[in-house]
C-alpha cells in the first residue's frame, strides 16, 4: 500500500506543473515589452540646471513622465489613476514638477530628477468649473512661492514648498465663472477676471497675503461672450462674443472696465463661419482659429487690433518662451505636403522669423496637432530652438537643426482593438542559410551554448549566449515559421491608426493613419471603432494578401455614419474604403466566407436593419443559404432589455437593396430596473476551438459538455449597488448570473450571490464561465465558476452502440431542441482586484486551460483552470486525486512564478489577447494599456517541442561519440573473437 | 610464421602406420559373447522404451502443469502492483500478458522432445494451453483493473468532437 500511495504522489507531482516560470537569462527571449505615455497634452522644459536636457509631460493617458531631450527615452513615468485627468502643469521653485489633476481638486508636486511626489492637497470645491493653475514666476527666492489653484468655485492659494494652504477664497457666487487668475511680477495683487452669466464682466483684485477682496468691479456688455479670453497682458483681455464672429478687447486698467468691439471681418476680409481663441499666452498678442486658419493679432491699444500674420490650416502655435530676460519667443509649425515648416518668431520682431527650418514628415504621422518650444544655447552664445511636435497620430517627435532627433510612437498607449495576421510562407529563393550565416557560425553558437549548459563559459561567454538568444534572427525574420510563433499583431489606436507589429521584437513593420478616418466634410468627427479580419487566403485565392477591415463612424452618435476600410496586412496600403450610407450599430462577422475567402460581415444599423457585406453577388447567394439559421441579439444596458432578433430578405428602403435585411424580433428579456442592472457581459470567443464534448471523470464516467457558441453570460447588480465598492451595505446588494442561449431566448441558468458588488469580469469559455466581483459579507474579492453540462447527452453510455458508432453525439444540435443542462459550480476567494480577464487559446484545444488575470498591479497572473474546477472537494478521493482534482481551499492560490509578466507591469493594462500558435501547447499573449507586453505562454508546457535552448551540439557530440563507440567494439570484438577461435 | 608453426604441430597424421590394426583380428576376451550381447540388447531395449515413455508422458504433464505456477507468481505479482497505472504495474501486466502468449505459440516446440507414438501428448497439451489461456484472461483483466481496455463510454467519446450547430448567433452591447 505505502508503494501505491509513494506512486500515486509522484504521479500527482508529475501532473500537477503548477509554474510555468523563467530563469532570469530566458527574460526577453519569448517576451517584450515596450512603454509609452499617450498623446501628448502638456508640456513643459525644466530650465534649472539638473534638468535642462528633459521635458515633463502629462498626456491624455493620464501619465506625466519626464523624457530625456536627446533619446526620447522615459526617466521617470507615473500612470495616475483612470479618472485622475491631469489637467494642468507647471514647474515651481525649479524643482517641483506641479500637476492639478481631477477636475482641479487634486494638487501635487513631484521631485523633477527622481518623480518622487513631494507632497500632495486635497482641494474640496463646492461647484465644479474649469480649474486654473498659476505658479508666480517668481524668481526671488526669499519670498515664499504660492501657487494659486482655482477650481470648484474656490480660489486657493498654496505653498509650494509643502502643499500647504495658506488662504482660500469661494467664488461660487452669482453664476460667476473664473477664466483668468495671474498675478503681474513683483505684485502682491491676484486678479481673478471672468464672467457672470453670458454678458457680464468681472475683475476681482486680491491681495496675495490673504486673500482678501481688494476691489471688485463688474462692467456687462450687451451683446455677450461666448467665454473664450485671452489674456494679452496684466491689464488686457481678449474675448469672443457670443456669436463667435468678434472680438471684444477688455481693459481693466486701476478698475475701470472698457470695452471695444472688433469684428473678426474687419481683420480677416475673407472671414466667415465662428472663430475661437487658441489657448496660448502671449503677451500683447493672441492667436485666433477660424475656419481657414490661424491668425496672429497683435494688440497695440484698447481700440487697435492688428493683423500679423496668417497661416493657412493644418499649422500649429506654441506657447510663448521667454529667453534671457524679456526676449519672448514663439513657434509656428505648418504643413507643407509631406514636409512641415517650422518658424520660430521674436516678439521684437514679429514680422520676420528667428529660425526657419524645414523637416521632411512621414505622411503617416498625419497634421500637427501641438508644439512645445524650448530654447538651447548654441556654442557661439546665440539660441538655438528645438520643438516638440505632437502630430495627429498621437505621436511625439523632437525636431532640433532642421531633422527629427527621435520620435517616440506613443499612440501606441491608447489601442482599442486589435487582430493577428499570418507572415507570408517563406519562398523557395529564401532559403534559412541565408540567415544562419555559415556552417561555421552556427557550430560556434552551439559550441557556446554547450559551454553554457556544461557551466564551463566565461561570464564573457555567458553574455554573448545571452546576446545571440535575445538577437536571434530566426524569431524576427519576416516569413512564417513552422511553430506559428512570428505573425503580425495588427493594432487599431485611437487616433485612427493602424500599426502591424512583429511578435518577434516589437517592431513596427507597416503604420496607415486611415485616410478615410481623416476629418473631412462629409465626416465631422470621424473615430474608429474596431478592426476585424477581412479577407485570410487558406485555400483559395491564395496569391491574394490577407487583409482587416476597420470600421468606423463619422460622429460620436449612434445613427452617424459608417465607414469602412479595407488594409492590406502585409503592405499597410488601404485598398479600398467605403462611406456608408447607413449607421452601425454592431457589427457580426459571420462564420462564413465567400469564394475568395472574404468574411461575410452583418452590419446592423440604427434602424435594426442588416447590411451584407462584401456587397457580392456571390456573397448574397451564400448568405440567403444559411440566413433562416442566423440570429443575432442587441444588449441595452441602459434599458436593462436585450432582444433576440432573426433576419428576413428586404428592407423598408426606398431604393431597392438587394444587400439589406430586414430583422424581427424574436425574445426579449426585460430585466426589473428596480432591482436588477446590467453590469458586465460575456460570450465565448468566435474562433476558440474545442477539441471534444465529453469530460471523463475518474470513475470512468462520462459528462458531456453543454458546448455553444450561443450562449451569453449576463451579470446584473442592484441598481444601488452599481456604484463603488462600499457604497451600500450587504444586505442592498447582490449579483445576478445568467447564462442565457441567445437563440431561443432560454435562460440555462441563473444564480443569485447575495452581498456581492461589481465590478465583475467575466470570461467564458468551453462550457464554463469565470466571474469575479466583491463580496461585501467576506470583504474580499470572489471568483465564481460555473460548468453547464448536457444532460440530455447524458444517456450516451453503452459501448457497443458507440463502439459500432450508432450514437447521435456528433449529429448537429439545435437550440430549439432545448436540451436538459446540469451546472455546477463553485465560488473562492481571491486577493487581487481584476482589470482585464482571458484565457488561454491553442490550436486544437488539447492543451489545458490557463486563466489569464489583470491585477490592479498592472500584471499579467497565469491561474491554472484546474483550481477554478466546480469538483473539487475538501478531501478528494485516490481517483479524483489522480484525475489531477486539487483539493478545496477557500481561496486560489497566487504564485509569484506564475506571472506571465514576470517582473515587468503593463501600466493601465486594459486588455489582454490570446492567440493560438500552430503548436498545440503554446499560446501568444499580447497584453495592452499605456504599455504594450508581448509573451508566449505553455499551459502544460512545452510538450511537443524541444526548448529553444537546447544543446544541438551536445546531441550530435553524443551521437558521434555514441558511433565511434560502438565502432570501437565492434573491431575490438572482432580481434577478440578471432584470437579466441585460434587458441 | 609461428602460427603457421603452431598449426602445423596441432595436428599430426601417422600414415606410415598399417590401416589393418582393427579390433576384429584381436579375439574377444573370455566370457564375452558377442551373440548374447545383442540379443540382451534386443530384450532389455523394450524394457527401457516402456520406461522412457512412461517419463516422457510424466514429463510432459510437468511441463503442462508448470504455468500454473506461473499463474500464481503473476497473481500475486500483480497483487502487488496494484490498480494505478505506472511504469511497474505496466511491466508486470504486459509481461503477463506476453509469456502465455509466447508459450502459447511455441506449444509445439515445448511438447516436441516428448513427442512419441506411444506416449499421448494431447492431453498435457490442452492442459497446458487451458493454464496459459487462464494466464492470459489474468493478464487482460489486470489490463482492464488498471483501465486501459477500451470497456467504458468514456474511452470511446473522450476525443469526439463537440457536435455542430445549426444556429448561428451573435452581437452584444450596441457600439456607443
Not at chain 1, 190 to 195: L, M, N, Q, R
Not at chain 1, 911 to 940: C, H, N, Q
Request: some cysteine; proline content about 4%.
Amino acid at each position: 500500500m505505502a508503494v501505491r500511495v509513494c506512486l500515486g504522489f509522484l504521479i500527482l507531482l508529475l501532473h500537477s506543473n503548477f509554474s510555468t516560470a523563467l530563469y532570469e537569462d530566458q527574460v526577453g527571449l519569448a517576451d517584450w515589452h515596450q512603454k509609452y505615455i499617450g498623446k501628448v497634452k502638456q508640456a513643459v522644459f525644466p530650465t534649472q540646471r539638473t534638468g535642462k536636457k528633459r521635458v515633463v509631460v502629462s498626456t491624455e493617458e493620464n501619465v506625466i513622465a519626464s523624457l530625456d531631450l536627446r533619446t526620447g527615452d522615459i526617466f521617470w513615468r507615473h500612470v495616475l489613476g483612470k479618472d485622475d485627468h491631469v489637467d494642468q502643469i507647471d514647474i515651481a521653485l525649479g524643482k517641483y514638477f506641479i500637476t492639478l489633476s481631477s477636475e482641479g481638486s487634486i494638487l501635487r508636486a513631484w521631485n523633477l530628477p527622481d518623480g518622487q511626489m513631494m507632497w500632495e492637497s486635497a482641494l474640496y470645491g463646492s461647484t465644479p468649473s474649469k480649474s486654473l493653475l498659476f505658479v508666480p514666476a517668481n524668481t526671488n527666492l526669499g519670498k515664499e512661492n504660492r501657487i494659486l489653484v482655482f477650481s470648484g468655485g474656490w480660489l486657493h492659494a498654496v505653498s509650494s514648498i509643502d502643499g500647504e494652504i495658506i488662504w482660500k477664497k469661494e467664488f461660487a457666487i452669482d453664476r460667476l465663472e473664473i477664466k483668468q487668475v495671474f498675478q503681474p511680477l513683483e505684485s502682491d495683487i491676484i486678479y481673478a477676471v471672468g464672467f457672470v452669466g453670458s454678458s457680464q464682466f468681472s475683475v476681482y483684485q486680491l491681495s496675495s497675503k490673504s486673500g482678501e477682496v481688494l476691489k471688485h468691479n463688474t462692467a456687462s456688455f450687451p451683446s455677450g461672450f461666448c467665454g473664450e479670453v485671452s489674456l494679452v497682458s496684466s491689464d488686457m483681455l481678449v474675448a469672443l462674443d457670443a456669436t463667435r464672429s468678434a472680438l471684444i478687447s477688455i481693459s481693466f486698467q486701476s478698475g475701470i472696465i472698457n470695452f471695444h468691439q472688433t469684428y473678426i471681418s474687419d481683420l480677416l476680409q475673407d472671414f466667415s463661419g465662428m472663430a475661437a481663441l487658441l489657448p496660448v499666452k502671449f503677451t500683447g498678442m493672441f492667436a485666433v482659429k477660424t475656419v481657414s486658419g490661424i491668425c496672429l493679432v497683435r494688440v497695440k491699444g484698447v481700440s487697435e487690433l492688428e493683423v500679423i500674420e496668417k497661416f493657412n490650416h493644418p499649422a500649429s502655435v506654441s506657447d510663448v518662451l521667454t529667453i534671457s530676460g524679456e526676449q519672448q519667443a514663439f513657434a509656428i509649425v505648418q504643413h507643407a505636403e509631406t514636409k512641415i515648416d517650422f518658424k520660430v518668431k521674436l516678439d521684437k520682431d514679429l514680422r520676420n522669423d528667428v529660425l526657419k527650418e524645414t523637416v521632411e514628415m512621414d505622411p503617416q504621422r498625419g497634421h500637427v496637432q501641438k508644439v512645445f518650444i524650448n530654447n538651447y544655447i548654441r556654442t557661439d552664445k546665440s539660441h538655438g530652438f528645438r520643438a516638440l511636435i505632437v502630430m495627429e497620430d498621437h505621436s511625439l517627435l523632437l525636431v532640433q537643426q532642421g531633422e527629427i532627433v527621435w520620435s517616440r510612437e506613443d499612440g501606441l498607449a491608447s489601442i482599442i482593438d486589435s487582430t493577428t495576421s499570418e507572415l507570408p510562407v517563406e519562398k523557395e529563393g529564401v532559403s534559412v542559410a541565408k540567415v544562419e550565416h555559415n556552417l561555421f557560425e552556427w557550430l560556434k553558437g552551439h559550441v557556446l551554448k554547450l559551454k553554457g549548459t556544461l557551466m564551463l563559459a566565461s561570464p564573457d561567454e555567458i553574455a554573448a549566449i545571452q546576446a545571440m538568444r535575445l538577437k536571434s534572427s530566426e524569431r524576427n525574420k519576416m516569413t512564417r515559421d513552422h511553430n506559428g510563433f512570428r505573425k503580425l499583431i495588427i493594432v487599431l489606436t485611437r487616433a485612427g491608426k493602424l500599426l502591424a507589429l512583429h511578435t518577434g521584437d516589437g517592431r513596427v513593420i507597416w503604420s496607415l493613419l486611415l485616410p478615410s478616418l481623416h476629418r473631412s466634410e462629409a465626416c465631422g468627427h470621424p473615430s474608429a471603432l474596431n478592426i476585424y479580419q477581412w479577407q485570410v487566403p487558406h485555400h483559395h485565392a491564395m496569391h491574394e494578401n490577407p487583409s482587416v477591415l476597420v470600421v468606423g463612424r463619422c460622429g460620436p452618435s449612434h445613427d452617424a455614419l459608417g465607414v469602412f476600410s479595407v488594409v492590406d496586412s502585409y503592405t499597410g496600403k488601404e485598398r479600398n474604403s467605403l462611406k456608408l450610407a447607413h449607421s452601425i450599430i454592431q457589427v457580426i462577422p459571420l462564420p462564413l466566407t465567400d469564394s475568395t475567402e472574404k468574411r461575410l460581415h452583418l452590419i446592423i444599423d440604427a434602424n435594426l436593419q442588416a447590411h451584407l457585406y462584401p456587397r457580392t453577388r456571390d456573397s448574397v447567394n451564400i448568405f440567403l443559404h444559411e440566413m433562416s439559421n442566423i440570429y443575432w441579439h442587441s444588449i441595452n444596458v441602459g434599458k436593462g432589455v436585450i432582444r433576440g432578433y432573426s433576419l428576413r430578405s428586404g428592407c423598408n428602403l426606398d431604393v431597392v437593396d438587394e444587400y439589406c435585411f430586414n430583422t424581427k424580433e424574436l425574445w426579449r428579456i426585460v430585466f426589473p430596473s428596480e432591482s436588477e442592472k446590467i453590469a458586465t457581459t460575456a460570450t465565448r470567443k468566435m474562433n476558440e476551438v474545442v477539441h471534444t464534448q465529453a469530460k471523463v471523470l475518474a470513475d470512468q464516467d462520462v459528462m458531456y459538455k453543454y458546448i455553444s457558441r450561443n450562449i451569453l453570460f449576463v451579470a446584473t447588480v442592484a441598481p444601488k449597488a452599481a456604484g463603488e465598492i462600499g457604497s451600500v451595505t450587504p444586505e442592498e446588494a447582490w449579483l445576478v448570473a445568467y447564462l442565457i442561449d441567445t437563440v431561443t431566448g432560454r435562460i440555462l441558468h441563473r444564480v443569485t450571490h447575495q452581498g456581492a458588488q461589481g465590478p465583475i469580469r467575466a470570461v467564458v469559455s468551453e462550457n464554463w464561465v469565470v466571474y469575479h466581483y466583491f463580496n461585501l459579507r467576506a470583504h474580499r474579492y470572489e471568483m465564481s465558476v460555473i460548468e453547464i453540462y448536457d444532460q440530455s447527452r447524458a444517456d450516451n453510455k453503452d459501448v457497443r452502440k458507440l463502439v459500432l458508432g450508432k450514437h447521435n453525439l456528433t449529429s448537429p444540435v439545435s437550440s430549439y431542441s432545448r436540451p436538459e443542462v446540469m451546472v455546477k459550480s463553485q465560488s473562492y476567494f481571491f486577493t487581487h482586484s481584476v482589470k482585464a480577464m482571458a484565457v488561454t487559446a491553442t490550436a486544437k484545444g488539447i492543451t489545458s486551460l490557463q486563466l489569464l488575470i489583470g491585477t490592479i498591479g498592472d500584471q499579467v497572473l497565469a491561474l491554472d483552470k484546474r483550481f477554478l474546477d466546480p469538483r473539487r472537494t475538501a478531501t478528494p478521493t485516490q481517483a479524483e486525486k489522480e484525475e489531477g482534482i486539487i483539493p478545496l481551499t477557500d481561496s486560489l492560490p497566487i504564485i509569484p512564478q506564475a506571472y506571465v509578466t514576470h517582473a515587468l507591469q503593463v501600466e493601465g493594462l486594459r486588455g489582454i489577447i490570446t492567440i493560438p500558435a500552430k503548436l498545440e501547447s503554446t499560446t501568444l499573449v499580447f497584453s495592452y494599456g499605456v504599455d504594450i507586453f508581448f509573451t508566449r505562454i505553455a499551459p502544460s508546457r512545452t510538450y511537443d517541442s524541444l526548448t529553444e535552448d537546447f544543446s544541438y551540439a551536445l546531441l550530435l557530440i553524443t551521437i558521434v561519440a555514441l558511433v565511434a563507440a560502438i565502432f570501437v567494439t565492434w573491431i575490438l570484438s572482432e580481434k577478440k573473437e578471432l584470437r579466441e577461435k585460434w587458441r | 610464421m609461428e602460427k603457421g608453426k603452431g598449426l602445423a604441430r596441432r595436428w599430426a597424421m601417422e600414415f606410415a602406420e598399417s590401416p589393418s590394426s582393427s579390433s576384429y583380428d584381436v579375439p574377444d576376451p573370455l566370457g564375452f559373447d558377442r551373440s548374447s550381447q545383442d540379443l540382451d540388447d534386443a530384450n532389455g531395449g523394450r524394457q527401457k522404451k516402456d520406461a522412457e515413455a512412461a517419463w516422457k508422458a510424466q514429463k510432459a504433464w510437468e511441463v503442462a502443469q508448470a504455468p500454473f505456477k506461473n499463474l500464481m507468481m503473476m497473481g500475486f505479482m500483480m497483487w502487488m502492483a496494484g490498480s494505478t497505472v505506472h511504469l511497474f504495474s505496466i511491466g508486470i501486466t504486459f509481461s503477463a500478458l506476453w509469456q502465455p502468449i509466447s508459450a502459447l505459440r511455441s506449444v509445439g516446440k515445448i511438447f516436441e522432445p516428448y513427442k512419441d507414438s506411444r506416449v499421448d501428448t494431447l492431453a498435457p497439451r490442452l492442459l497446458f494451453i487451458a493454464l496459459n489461456l487462464a494466464g492470459l484472461a489474468l493478464g487482460v483483466w489486470k489490463l482492464n483493473t488498471l483501465g486501459l481496455l477500451p470497456t467504458h463510454a468514456s474511452d470511446w467519446v473522450s476525443s469526439l468532437a463537440p457536435a455542430q450547430e445549426v444556429e448561428f448567433s451573435s452581437g452584444g452591447i450596441t457600439i456607443h
